[in-house]
């Protein structure tokens, strides 16, 4: 793992990577320090500094960005793509290699309003959301889509890295769950089954590891 002492650093992710305890692990780790109250500015519910992203970048603020960001902060996101040659940060790059499993935690995530183990405990107003078969087709499409968006992505940001030469690590999702070395779950895979289940999914995102460039890269 890079060992940046204190030098402010940005940890590029997608959604279900465990991404926000790697990100305050490697903050405390490294003696970093986050000032601002946000570690996530390019989040459409968080409140972004007057001065956008390139204000984070000014005041050295250590961050996380989501490479599947809105696309109503993708203006933003392309400002932090023309910075990165000027700018005197780590990078790191985390995914998780097992897409499905991501899929569907994302999935439960997005549709029952569950983020974190807290949310498990909050008042509900109706039971779990499970998907109907008729449902299974679009969400397949929805998902092979939103996959690709999230490796394309993380190839943009890649590319851009070895073009000025700036060094980076690739953190796989499984070795960040051994460096925060503590127990991430949320206790809601029991769930996942019923929510809903499509081999045609798993097939789909298989053959995208096997032929999207990005795991060629890594």
Not at 47 to 53: H, Q, V
Not at 135 to 164: F, N, R
Not at 171 to 188: H, L, M, P, R
Request: charged share 30%.
């Amino acid at each position: 793992m890079i060992q940046n002492h204190g030098k402010p650093f940005i940890l590029w992710a997608s959604a279900r990577t465990a991404s926000s305890q790697f990100f305050f692990k490697y903050l405390e780790k490294n003696n970093c320090k986050v000032i601002h109250k946000t570690h996530e500015p390019l989040n459409v519910q968080k409140k972004l500094l007057g001065g956008g992203i390139l204000e984070f970048i000014n005041k050295k603020y250590s961050f996380k960005c989501m490479v599947n960001t809105s696309r109503v902060l993708k203006l933003e996101l392309d400002r932090l793509q023309q910075a990165i040659p000027t700018i005197d940060y780590t990078h790191i790059i985390l995914y998780r290699k097992d897409l499905y499993a991501r899929q569907r935690s994302f999935m439960f995530s997005k549709y029952n309003d569950v983020w974190k183990k807290e949310d498990l405990t909050k008042p509900r107003d109706s039971s779990w959301y499970y998907f109907k078969k008729e449902d299974i087709p679009s969400l397949v499409d929805h998902a092979i889509k939103w996959e690709t968006e999230c490796l394309d992505m993380y190839v943009k940001h890649i590319k851009t890295l070895k073009e000025y030469d700036i060094p980076y690590q690739v953190v796989e999702f499984n070795d960040a769950i051994q460096y925060i070395d503590k127990d991430t779950s949320q206790g809601t895979k029991q769930y996942y089954d019923k929510m809903f289940q499509s081999e045609e999914l798993k097939k789909s995102l298989k053959n995208l590891i096997i032929n999207h460039e990005f795991y060629s890269m890594i």
